[in-house]
């Protein structure tokens, strides 16, 4: 019997309706190894093969940051908007519950980011993130400067309200926002792109994912942090470093081929090209 492991947040009502209704059914279908429903509960120790993540991409990215190394398969069950992440509805998972139990799909591997925090030559934090790892100014609007050194060389100084470093999958989150380019899932690269650039000739940087890169923060007057996935912060010093490489394990996420990547594009960015299309038929 597959052993699952059972995750949401039913703070919000939506999920607290959908646990309650299939709880029960997944109990008649395998064994539910470990209830995560505050989204709070440590995951790397739980011996489980199967991830079922009730909600959105929100829920997908705490989860895929606490199972650590144990990067077991997992699927979203989407609750909310359209995520990029969160492929099936509840009725679909049902639907295809018993293709799931026999492997029947195909798995999405998405790269990682290991993240450490260093102070006095000391790495006083670790992270791992699924989408990006954002280093920027606090609540004072101020130019921040922060150093970039890819594999030891000294890239630049980025002056503005801080940098991006982002992960295929996240290439259509913060750093979208901020520019940068989109990356289809499977490609082994980081994204490094600066938010609102003193100077504009600093450019989103696409770069091999075996890099180490290291950030920096130098002469600043205002408070910077340290945001992981947009769900944990931890405040900076000067003279702190971050350094980011590829994370051990990727992420694994099912892929029941409801939908292509394109498919997500076309509907969560709106690329339908209808006034295009409409055009070349008159």
């Given at each position: 019997m597959k052993r699952i492991i059972l995750s949401g947040n039913t703070g919000k009502p939506a999920v607290a309706a959908a646990v309650a209704e299939l709880l029960p059914w997944l109990r008649e279908r395998a064994e539910v190894v470990a209830l995560d429903?505050?989204?709070?509960?440590?995951?790397?120790?739980?011996?489980?093969?199967?991830?079922?993540?009730?909600?959105?991409?929100?829920?997908?990215?705490?989860?895929?940051?606490?199972?650590?190394?144990?990067?077991?398969?997992a699927i979203g069950v989407n609750l909310g908007k359209f995520g990029f992440l969160a492929e099936v509805s509840p009725e679909q998972f049902r639907e295809r519950f018993d293709d799931i139990l026999a492997g029947r799909y195909r798995l999405s591997s998405r790269?990682?980011?290991?993240?450490?925090?260093?102070?006095?030559?000391?790495?006083?934090?670790?992270h791992t993130a699924l989408n990006d790892v954002v280093l920027s100014r606090g609540a004072l609007s101020r130019l921040v400067a922060i150093g970039l050194v890819v594999d030891g060389v000294r890239a630049t100084t980025y002056n503005g309200d801080g940098v991006i470093v982002s992960t295929p999958t996240g290439s259509t989150a913060h750093s979208l926002s901020a520019g940068g380019p989109v990356i289809e899932p499977h490609v082994d690269a980081f994204v490094v792109t600066p938010i609102c650039p003193h100077t504009l000739?600093?450019?989103?940087?696409?770069?091999?994912?075996?890099?180490?890169?290291?950030l920096s923060v130098e002469a600043t007057p205002a408070d910077v942090g340290l945001t992981v996935d947009g769900q944990v912060y931890q405040e900076v010093a000067r003279g702190d470093r971050v350094v980011l490489r590829r994370a051990a394990s990727d992420f694994r996420l099912i892929d029941l081929g409801l939908r292509t990547y394109y498919d997500t594009l076309r509907e969560k960015l709106h690329w339908s090209g209808s006034a295009l299309h409409d055009r070349g038929r008159d």
């Open positions: 429903l505050a989204l709070d509960r440590e995951l790397e120790h739980v011996e489980a093969d199967l991830a079922v993540i009730l909600g959105g991409d929100g829920a997908i990215l705490s989860v895929a940051r606490r199972l650590g190394r144990n990067q077991i398969s790269m990682r980011l290991a993240c450490t925090l260093c102070r006095d030559g000391q790495a006083i934090a670790e000739t600093n450019r989103p940087v696409v770069m091999p994912a075996s890099c180490r890169i290291e």
